[in-house]
């Protein structure tokens, strides 16, 4: 239940090109403490309930718990989050032997466009397209649970 996970910036939208799937997304934070945050989210139809632990120093790895949800309670206790509820788009692009995924956020967090990659070890070496950017691994702004207290669109440009 270690998620090992990179993420980067995106520099084009060519991956929309490339990828076998797209989804959208709503979620919120019933806990957004720095020792864990518990996630509500709607991946269309279906339920989820995370939980996530603190990342490494690194912000490589961290301990994750999922289960899935019935709409309906997961509707319900999205009414329970604390502020802001996240919506994106998220794209799946195999490369190689990973899936990226790419969230195209929306709403407040609007313009900002990010792709995680899966690895079974930190060190793992992986294929990178050419529309991946500078890394931001680690960097707690990009967190999902940040970005729902200071959006994308509060940054200072």
């Not at 912000?59 to 718990?65: A, D, H, I, P, T």
Request: hydrophobic letters at 35%; aromatic letters at 10%.
């Amino acid at each position: 239940m270690i998620e090992i996970e990179r993420k980067f910036l995106v520099n084009s939208t060519a991956y929309k090109n490339e990828a076998k799937s797209e989804i959208r997304l709503v979620q919120g934070f019933l806990n957004t403490h720095k020792e864990r945050t518990v996630r509500v989210r709607l991946k269309g139809v279906q339920g989820f309930l995370t939980v996530k632990g603190k990342s490494t120093d690194d912000g490589l790895s961290r301990f994750e718990w999922e289960t899935e949800i019935s709409k309906s309670d997961a509707e319900n206790l999205l009414k329970l989050c604390e502020p802001t509820i996240i919506e994106k788009i998220r794209y799946e692009v195999e490369l190689g032997t990973h899936i990226y995924e790419i969230d195209e956020f929306l709403g407040d967090n609007e313009g900002l466009i990010v792709a995680e990659i899966e690895l079974d070890f930190e060190n793992e070496t992986f294929e990178k397209p050419k529309w991946l950017g500078a890394e931001v691994t680690g960097q707690i702004k990009y967190y999902n649970s940040q970005l729902s207290k200071e959006p994308f669109k509060t940054w200072k440009k």
